[in-house]
């Protein structure tokens, strides 16, 4: 890979070349947008913002594009979903071009929502992990490529609030203006280190599982942030499942973010403590008092907007949520661990634990294999100049050395790393290496 092409001290790009667009927020001025896209050439940046930390869910609170000859288009989905408007449009506008973004896992699924539908990626996040970059935000990605760094200081905005001032749209538009700029230097990097192929692989897996939309999780409350602390507590555990639960009910209802209305943190207190009684849920004082955000910037301003709708749910509705948990009966409380987190595994093997240490005390046999593995990957890591985890996932390593013992042969090893999600290329640079360690 090449050496930091900027200077001493990168330039700051302040504004977009041809200035700060306004939002597309009307059918007429979709339409002509989509005329401009289509009357022009070559790739997409694309990006997107939401609002997730303030309001419920994971909508799309603004779109960016660029194309080189249609200019920036800053588009407002939540405005345009009552206007009958067709992202279809758009789709056939941008024809087989190639969509440019950043960390695209992010924004695909929402872009799937909306109906709309890259044909080619390239994933300018990705690829600078697959070239070995210790930092990969898009700031540090531009600032190494082009010597320019760009102003972010509106990242955690709240995208739902409207108007957008002129520093929010700039910043978004900031977001898509060099993007293919930086693509057209990262491939050479990419072709010049025999990577074109493997990159090629890595961007059409990853935008064929980001249009497959969010994954359902059948028991979401599960979740929770530090829920393990809890281990096989089936009653704290119910606890968790009705807060959660009536959480979520709420969220939906007032279109806020969840944890505005009780923290996770404030969570899992109640179902360690466990309180019976008006006193013992008084002295939990995470569960009767207002959220509250302190930051060091203006987002505390844009969280106090949301004060209204979080003074409408009391401290009861808390309460009620914790007794109803724990007056159910023993048959009733959720099971210690997830529902089905065996099925991918064949009779007799079983998911490898994440513990290194557990490994070494109560399995060496297995732990052997493992490290054993791990210096074959870290060894192929460094002779190609590509990170470990990018090689191989390190849950499939875990889980192949773990049921070492049903393992056939090295056609075995290529099927079982397939399975858990490696790709052609990964499988064919590991395969036979991994297949000489396990067997």
């Given at each position: 890979?090449?050496?930091?092409?900027?200077?001493?001290?990168?330039?700051?790009?302040?504004?977009?070349?041809?200035?700060?667009?306004?939002?597309?927020?009307?059918?007429?001025?979709?339409?002509?947008?989509?005329?401009?896209?289509?009357?022009?050439?070559?790739?997409?940046?694309?990006?997107?913002?939401?609002?997730?930390?303030?309001?419920?869910?994971?909508?799309?609170?603004?779109?960016?594009?660029?194309?080189?000859?249609?200019?920036?288009?800053?588009?407002?989905?939540?405005?345009?979903?009552?206007?009958?408007?067709?992202?279809?449009?758009?789709?056939?506008?941008?024809?087989?071009?190639?969509?440019?973004?950043?960390?695209?896992?992010?924004?695909?699924?929402?872009?799937?929502?909306?109906?709309?539908?890259?044909?080619?990626?390239?994933?300018?996040?990705?690829?600078?992990?697959?070239?070995?970059?210790?930092?990969?935000?898009?700031?540090?990605?531009?600032?190494?490529?082009?010597?320019?760094?760009?102003?972010?200081?509106?990242?955690?905005?709240?995208?739902?609030?409207?108007?957008?001032?002129?520093?929010?749209?700039?910043?978004?538009?900031?977001?898509?203006?060099?993007?293919?700029?930086?693509?057209?230097?990262?491939?050479?990097?990419?072709?010049?280190?025999?990577?074109?192929?493997?990159?090629?692989?890595?961007?059409?897996?990853?935008?064929?599982?980001?249009?497959?939309?969010?994954?359902?999780?059948?028991?979401?409350?599960?979740?929770?942030?530090?829920?393990?602390?809890?281990?096989?507590?089936?009653?704290?555990?119910?606890?968790?499942?009705?807060?959660?639960?009536?959480?979520?009910?709420?969220?939906?209802?007032?279109?806020?973010?969840?944890?505005?209305?009780?923290?996770?943190?404030?969570?899992?207190?109640?179902?360690?403590?466990?309180?019976?009684?008006?006193?013992?849920?008084?002295?939990?004082?995470?569960?009767?008092?207002?959220v509250r955000i302190r930051t060091d910037d203006g987002r505390e301003k844009m969280?106090?907007?949301?004060?209204?709708?979080?003074?409408?749910?009391?401290?009861?509705?808390?309460?009620?949520?914790?007794?109803?948990?724990?007056?159910?009966?023993?048959?009733?409380?959720?099971?210690?661990?997830?529902?089905?987190?065996?099925?991918?595994?064949?009779?007799?093997?079983?998911?490898?634990?994440?513990?290194?240490?557990?490994?070494?005390?109560?399995?060496?046999?297995?732990?052997?294999?493992?490290?054993?593995?791990?210096?074959?990957?870290?060894?192929?890591?460094?002779?190609?100049?590509?990170?470990?985890?990018?090689?191989?996932?390190?849950?499939?390593?875990?889980?192949?050395?773990?049921?070492?013992?049903?393992?056939?042969?090295?056609?075995?090893?290529?099927?079982?790393?397939?399975?858990?999600?490696?790709?052609?290329?990964?499988?064919?640079?590991?395969?036979?290496?991994?297949?000489?360690?396990?067997?």
């Amino acid at each position: 890979m090449r050496e930091n092409s900027y200077l001493a001290q990168p330039v700051l790009l302040s504004e977009p070349r041809g200035g700060v667009p306004d939002i597309i927020d009307t059918k007429r001025a979709f339409n002509r947008m989509i005329e401009a896209f289509a009357s022009a050439s070559g790739p997409i940046a694309a990006d997107a913002e939401r609002a997730s930390g303030y309001r419920y869910g994971h909508k799309d609170r603004l779109v960016q594009f660029k194309r080189e000859g249609a200019g920036i288009a800053l588009i407002d989905p939540v405005a345009l979903e009552s206007q009958r408007i067709d992202w279809n449009d758009f789709n056939e506008a941008a024809g087989d071009a190639v969509w440019i973004i950043h960390d695209a896992m992010q924004d695909l699924p929402g872009f799937a929502e909306l109906g709309l539908c890259p044909k080619k990626l390239f994933d300018t996040e990705f690829a600078s992990r697959l070239l070995g970059m210790k930092r990969n935000g898009l700031s540090f990605v531009t600032e190494h490529y082009l010597g320019m760094t760009l102003a972010k200081e509106h990242s955690a905005a709240d995208w739902s609030y409207r108007p957008l001032g002129r520093d929010m749209r700039n910043y978004a538009a900031l977001d898509v203006e060099v993007l293919e700029q930086v693509m057209e230097k990262m491939n050479e990097d990419i072709i010049s280190s025999g990577k074109s192929g493997w990159a090629e692989e890595e961007f059409d897996y990853i935008l064929k599982k980001g249009l497959q939309g969010r994954k359902e999780y059948a028991e979401p409350w599960r979740r929770v942030s530090k829920i393990t602390v809890l281990g096989k507590d089936r009653r704290g555990l119910a606890v968790v499942r009705e807060l959660w639960t009536e959480r979520d009910r709420y969220a939906r209802e007032y279109d806020i973010s969840p944890s505005l209305l009780l923290s996770d943190s404030a969570i899992i207190e109640a179902a360690v403590k466990k309180p019976r009684n008006a006193k013992q849920f008084s002295s939990v004082r995470s569960l009767n008092t207002r959220v509250r955000i302190r930051t060091d910037d203006g987002r505390e301003k844009m969280f106090e907007r949301y004060a209204p709708i979080q003074r409408k749910i009391k401290p009861r509705v808390w309460k009620e949520a914790i007794q109803r948990a724990l007056a159910l009966p023993e048959s009733s409380l959720p099971l210690s661990s997830p529902r089905g987190s065996k099925s991918e595994y064949a009779p007799g093997e079983e998911p490898a634990p994440k513990s290194v240490k557990y490994w070494r005390e109560n399995w060496p046999d297995r732990y052997e294999k493992l490290e054993k593995a791990r210096q074959i990957t870290a060894q192929i890591s460094q002779d190609t100049h590509t990170p470990a985890d990018i090689l191989l996932k390190p849950a499939i390593l875990r889980n192949l050395c773990w049921n070492y013992k049903f393992v056939s042969d090295a056609n075995d090893v290529r099927d079982r790393l397939f399975r858990g999600g490696a790709r052609a290329w990964q499988t064919e640079l590991l395969s036979e290496s991994l297949t000489r360690v396990i067997m």
